[in-house]
């Protein structure tokens, strides 16, 4: 990673991160349960800032805020239009990668949520 991309980049990570640093930080974007409502309501469908503030009944800054971190990792891409920008599922990898992650909570979905150490960690 260059400096100057760490520079602007919304968060830090080691001088030379790890491939696991690089995933686990990769999965904690996946972690905040508005950016992931915002990646399910992109998954149906091209939404605007002003669709997305009324479906999760959030802020514009926040959700905006949110919007920045999920394309600037990769998860979402913006489209111009006028005035508005919509956004959509960048990869279809990101939705095959969610549903992975609920068909394996069908089955374990009780112990996850009882998980004291996750609590911790404020995941």
Request: proline share 6%; aromatic share 6%; charged share 25%.
């Amino acid at each position: 990673m260059s400096a100057s991309l760490q520079d602007t980049a919304p968060f830090r990570l080691p001088e030379t991160p790890t491939p696991v640093d690089l995933v686990s930080k990769y999965f904690r974007t996946l972690a905040d349960p508005t950016r992931l409502r915002i990646l399910e309501l992109v998954a149906e469908r091209e939404r605007s800032v002003g669709e997305l503030v009324t479906l999760t009944g959030d802020s514009q800054p926040k959700i905006s805020n949110h919007l920045g971190c999920l394309r600037w990792c990769g998860f979402v891409v913006g489209r111009r239009e006028q005035r508005r920008t919509y956004y959509s599922i960048a990869d279809p990898r990101v939705t095959e990668l969610i549903d992975i992650a609920r068909n394996l909570l069908a089955e374990n979905a009780d112990h996850v949520g009882c998980c004291s150490v996750l609590e911790r960690e404020g995941a």
